[in-house]
């Protein structure tokens, strides 16, 4: 039994299978797991790398039935169940779960991919986070202006994040001048998917922290130095943050079938690919069907419960018994603006929440995605209270070591990341 990637939706698939006593190989270019959700706290010199990445070795070291391949995926066989890895390697299984997540979308914006930094891996926060630093070495006005493409959840938090930190680096004394953060987006609204009154509140919160707001505003070219708009103008800027969009991960492609909306494999109800019945796409990889209004989002909660799902039904076809349609269990939307603020819309009416009970409920849908990964989410709740209800002065690393989540863990537990 194969499993390609060890996000949330893949590790929740090889979890399950280990449950039942099933041999499950498991493979990822990294041999850590990352927490997504955290990124732009990585980037905002808030959390170090460390913490919202897990080795997988940690995570299965109670699961011997599964194997942890560390590998790049050049192809995915569907008829045969097979992965061909860029070392030459093929390997083979009973069925194949393609849970390989995503990769930015620049929409073929000229200098995007160049220049922009996107936000999907814990190599990109620490990049960004890195060339915040270094520029913070240089203030001379305007070095640390930003741009945030894109006003989806992804663009809003890192805002708000950015915004903090300059303000706070400028009441402390380090900065005489801090970056002006922008986030720019096409449509008449930030955050899209959400209530009226929950995009007000985004953007007065976001400009309360010193952000300016720009809609209906199209990006038109990345420079290193300035974004040139679709309305003929430009902002100065060496940093400009890529949060505008996501596409299937491209190992998808080569699976076979022709991809669907978003470069990602449209799969049947049961998870399974058309004309494959041993062969699932989960997660962000994946366009599921949501009976309603199309597919389901690119969501944590979406990707934890279809890997998951995958794996159920593996186990019936392993008992010969038919596969079942997957159903989601809608944790609602929700996003962090910053201390003290947040949105969401919980429960299968997507009731709007906002400030308190709204973290609250980001708390809990965070704590359930993390407890895939991590055995001490009391760890993470204690940390999360307090960057949310403190007003603690944020600095980069370079003066000071940002707190930390209480993991406990081993130096063997610790992932080794690199920045290729
Ligand atoms: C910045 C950011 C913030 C987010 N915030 C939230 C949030 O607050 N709440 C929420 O619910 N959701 C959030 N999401 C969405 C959520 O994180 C994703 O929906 C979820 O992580 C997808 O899980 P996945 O397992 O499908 O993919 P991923 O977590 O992306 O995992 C895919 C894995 O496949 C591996 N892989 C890919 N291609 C190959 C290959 N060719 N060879 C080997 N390995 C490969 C990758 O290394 C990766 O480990 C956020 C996403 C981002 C980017």
């Known amino acids: 039994m194969l499993v390609l990637g060890g996000g949330l939706a893949g590790v929740a698939c090889a979890r399950r299978l280990a449950e039942d006593g099933v041999g499950v190989t498991l493979v990822d270019r990294n041999d850590y797991h990352q927490f997504q959700p955290l990124l732009y706290q990585v980037a905002s010199s808030q959390l170090p790398a460390e913490d919202v990445a897990r080795p997988h070795r940690a995570i299965f070291r109670e699961h011997a039935t599964v194997d942890v391949v560390t590998a790049e995926v050049a192809e995915v066989w569907l008829a045969d ?37 996107p936000l999907y891996s814990v190599a990109d926060a620490e990049r960004l986070r890195l060339h915040l630093q270094d520029l913070l070495r240089d203030a001379a006005p305007g070095t640390l202006d930003v741009v945030v493409v894109g006003g989806g959840p992804t663009g809003v938090e890192t805002t708000g994040a950015l915004a903090e930190l300059m303000g706070a680096l400028h009441a402390s004394g380090r900065l005489a ?64 943050v890529w949060g505008g969009g996501e596409l299937g991960a491209s190992v998808a492609a080569s699976a076979g079938p022709e991809p669907g909306r978003g470069a990602r494999l449209d799969v049947r109800p049961d998870l399974t690919l058309e004309g494959y019945p041993d062969a699932y796409a989960v997660g962000d990889a994946a366009n599921i069907p949501s009976g309603e209004s199309g597919t389901w989002p690119q ?122």
């Open 81 to 117: 169940h097979g992965l061909v890895l860029t070392d030459g390697r093929t390997l083979t299984g009973s069925h194949v779960v393609v849970a390989a997540g995503a990769r930015p979308n620049f929409f073929g914006v000229p200098g995007a991919a160049e220049h922009a930094f």
């Open 299 to 420: 969501l944590g909660s979406v990707a934890q419960q279809s890997g998951k799902w995958a794996a159920e039904n593996v186990l019936r076809d392993l008992r010969r018994e038919p596969s079942r349609p997957f159903r989601y269990k809608d944790k609602g939307i929700m996003a962090m603006i910053g201390r003290n603020a947040a949105v969401a819309e919980v429960g299968r009416h997507h009731h709007q929440v906002e400030g308190p009970v709204a973290f609250a409920a980001w708390l809990g849908v965070h704590m359930m995605l993390m407890s895939g990964v991590h055995s001490k989410t009391d760890a993470f709740v204690t940390w999360a209270w307090d960057y949310f209800d403190r007003d603690r002065t944020a600095t980069l690393e370079a003066s000071a070591t940002p707190q930390r989540i209480a993991w406990g863990d081993d130096e063997a537990d610790r992932p080794h990341i690199a920045l290729d």
């Open 177 to 240: 001048r801090p970056g002006r953060i922008t986030i720019v987006d096409r449509g008449d609204a930030l955050l899209g998917e959400f209530s009226a009154h929950a995009q007000e509140y985004t953007a007065r919160k976001l400009r309360e922290a010193g952000a300016d707001v720009r809609l209906h505003t199209g990006v038109a070219a990345v420079h290193p130095d300035r974004v040139e708009l679709d309305d003929g103008s430009s902002i100065p800027a060496r940093t400009v």
